[in-house]
């Protein structure tokens, strides 16, 4: 069992009058990005001002299209996969059930992550159930493997220099025309840049068969890491665009009771600014 530790008293915010400036700065501009954006959770989809946004996850699938079927139906015949022999409608039914738990599992961390923020800003009142009753004198208790990983995350950065600005918000970009929702935005009081972070509880980050995404991102693998840095390039653009400074993007990459941060490329805005384009085109 791990319990995360207050560490309020070391919140820059209440020791330094800038890193108050840079939140608030960092947080005026993306109100600018979110005012009039409403978000369908049912059925992901994202509106500025009644205008349909395409999603970030929307796009990175554009450039790594999957074939169910068809990728199914290869598993089915080959005498080394574990599906060997099975119909291919039930080879879909178990990927789509397996989708669904693993969406869950990543929902459930995610809360348990916004928790953890709340508790190291203090903003214990606004802990939502059943996370709040985990409150304890040792600090906040995880109850899971994933959820350890994130707490010794947590426990783990250097609360001296860094500063929470904002967990799970959503942003849009109106001129290209698409939205999403990154996980966590920090401030570096050191030198007044922003890094953008965002949990992940993939079993395998880095598996690749060898083929690359579609052009014009065909110089990124079609694995997960190529995916993502496509997805929090995306995020990159937007917030670059409301004059903020992002100088990281990373992953917090949970497993069982540990956790592996891994550095994203931060050299593919035009040509990802690009993509989107091209996607938004194909749709009209």
Not at 34 to 61: C, N, P, Q, W
Request: hydrophobic letters at 40%.
């Amino acid at each position: 069992m791990f319990f995360l530790e207050n560490k309020t008293s070391y919140d820059v915010t209440a020791a330094l009058p800038q890193a108050k400036e840079g939140v608030k700065y960092a947080l005026d501009r993306l109100a600018d990005s979110t005012r009039g954006l409403t978000f369908d959770e049912k059925e992901h989809r994202y509106f500025l001002h009644g205008r349909e946004m395409a999603s970030v996850s929307s796009i990175v699938e554009a450039y790594a299209p999957f074939d169910k079927y068809g990728t199914a139906a290869k598993c089915s015949v080959n005498p080394r996969h574990k599906f060997f022999g099975k119909p291919v409608e039930e080879i879909v039914a178990i990927w789509e059930a397996d989708g669904l738990a693993a969406a869950q599992a990543g929902t459930d961390v995610h809360a348990f992550g916004e928790a953890c923020a709340l508790f190291m800003q203090g903003r214990l009142d606004e802990i939502e159930e059943p996370f709040r009753d985990r409150i304890t004198p040792q600090g906040l208790r995880a109850d899971t493997p994933k959820e350890e990983a994130v707490a010794r995350w947590w426990s783990d950065q250097d609360w001296w220099r860094f500063t929470i600005v904002a967990k799970e918000t959503r942003i849009a970009n109106p001129v290209l025309g698409y939205a999403g929702t990154f996980d966590l935005l920090l401030y570096d009081v050191l030198d007044n840049t922003y890094h953008v972070r965002d949990y992940k509880t993939n079993r395998d980050l880095y598996k690749w068969y060898g083929d690359m995404l579609l052009p014009p991102l065909n110089m990124l693998k079609r694995n997960d890491i190529g995916k993502y840095t496509v997805q929090q390039t995306s995020y990159t653009i937007e917030l670059r665009n409301l004059d903020l400074d992002i100088r990281s993007n990373e992953l917090i990459w949970l497993k069982e009771r540990e956790y592996e941060t891994v550095q994203l490329p931060m050299n593919y805005d035009r040509v990802v600014a690009y993509a989107i384009k091209q996607v938004r085109l194909s749709a009209k």
